[in-house]
């Protein structure tokens, strides 16, 4: 049943009300709820993973089981701690600064163009594509129409890169493959990579290094996190996690 769920959907947002209908239809399981716990996690949802996570451990028999979602549960009570002493500058932003010391930062995401075409029956897409053209999400699809109204806006191109846990910072133009790699695994990018990469990566003829105001646009502090350390000498590196509209946006 959960299997069914997990390979019938891409979109995690869509897992989980799959999963939630599950519950609905058979009862609250432990290890439905252990992997919408997982899945909340994944999303950066981190008081939502507590929950889920929470009460799996209480109700799954097995002792193994119930460490699994145990440590589920201390990784994300880990990261809402976290969440709370970075002390984020500003996470529902009126107003935006934008000049040519602004870069926007926007994390990857899990959904790309290849999982969608696989789940459409098709396969023959190139194995490299452009950044901005593979990754999928919803978050992401917000933050193009979000960079989209700015340009329109100021009349100006935006300074902007992408974060992946693989990758690191990406132009939006680079090629990347088909990947599932998230943070903190033995695969993923190092911090010290990260920082070495803002000294050497250039846009507009600048390296990334030369912008200090920082718009991180991510729901996951991880990424938030991530960015900020990386740019380590901006002077302002901020949490764009809701918006509020309308957005007033002050250009020079």
Same mark, same amino acid.
């Given at each position: 049943?959960?299997?069914?769920?997990?390979?019938?959907?891409?979109?995690?947002?869509?897992?989980?009300?799959?999963?939630?209908?599950?519950?609905?239809?058979?009862?609250?399981?432990?290890?439905?709820?252990?992997?919408?716990?997982?899945?909340?996690?994944?999303?950066?949802?981190?008081?939502?993973?507590?929950?889920?996570?929470?009460?799996?451990?209480?109700?799954?028999?097995?002792?193994?089981?119930?460490?699994?979602?145990?440590?589920?549960?201390?990784?994300?009570?880990?990261?809402?701690?976290?969440?709370?002493?970075?002390?984020?500058?500003?996470?529902?932003?009126?107003?935006?600064?934008?000049?040519?010391?602004?870069?926007?930062?926007?994390?990857?995401? #899990? &959904?790309?163009?290849? @999982? /969608?075409?696989?789940?459409?029956?098709?396969?023959?897409?190139?194995?490299? !594509? =452009?950044?901005? *053209?593979?990754?999928?999400?919803?978050?992401?699809?917000?933050?193009?129409?979000?960079?989209?109204?700015?340009? #329109? &806006?100021?009349?100006? @191109? /935006?300074?902007?890169?992408?974060?992946?846990?693989?990758?690191?910072?990406? !132009? =939006?133009?680079? *090629?990347?493959?088909?990947?599932?790699?998230?943070?903190?695994?033995?695969?993923?990018?190092?911090?010290?990579?990260?920082?070495?990469?803002? @000294?050497?990566?250039?846009?507009?003829?600048?390296?990334?290094?030369?912008?200090?105001?920082?718009?991180?646009?991510?729901?996951?502090?991880?990424?938030?996190?991530?960015?900020?350390?990386?740019?380590?000498?901006?002077?302002?590196?901020?949490?764009?996690?809701?918006?509020?509209?309308?957005?007033?946006?002050?250009?020079?």
């Amino acid at each position: 049943m959960i299997k069914n769920c997990e390979s019938r959907y891409s979109d995690p947002y869509d897992i989980i009300d799959c999963l939630k209908g599950l519950i609905n239809k058979y009862g609250r399981d432990g290890m439905i709820l252990y992997r919408i716990g997982l899945l909340y996690e994944n999303l950066g949802n981190y008081k939502k993973a507590m929950e889920y996570c929470k009460e799996a451990k209480e109700r799954f028999p097995l002792p193994r089981y119930k460490s699994m979602a145990e440590q589920c549960y201390e990784r994300a009570r880990s990261h809402i701690w976290k969440e709370e002493s970075i002390k984020v500058r500003s996470t529902a932003i009126a107003s935006l600064i934008i000049d040519e010391n602004t870069l926007f930062v926007v994390n990857c995401t #899990k &959904t790309k163009i290849w @999982d /969608i075409a696989e789940a459409l029956g098709y396969n023959n897409l190139p194995e490299q !594509l =452009p950044a901005m *053209l593979a990754y999928q999400g919803r978050s992401f699809h917000e933050f193009l129409l979000l960079i989209r109204e700015i340009k #329109k &806006t100021i009349g100006k @191109d /935006i300074y902007w890169v992408i974060l992946s846990a693989k990758y690191g910072f990406l !132009l =939006p133009h680079e *090629l990347i493959e088909n990947y599932n790699v998230t943070f903190d695994q033995e695969n993923s990018i190092k911090d010290h990579e990260l920082a070495e990469q803002v @000294d050497k990566i250039r846009v507009n003829g600048k390296t990334l290094s030369s912008f200090k105001r920082i718009y991180v646009y991510t729901r996951n502090s991880l990424y938030y996190e991530k960015a900020c350390q990386a740019f380590k000498d901006a002077d302002e590196c901020i949490q764009l996690s809701i918006i509020h509209f309308p957005l007033v946006i002050l250009s020079s």
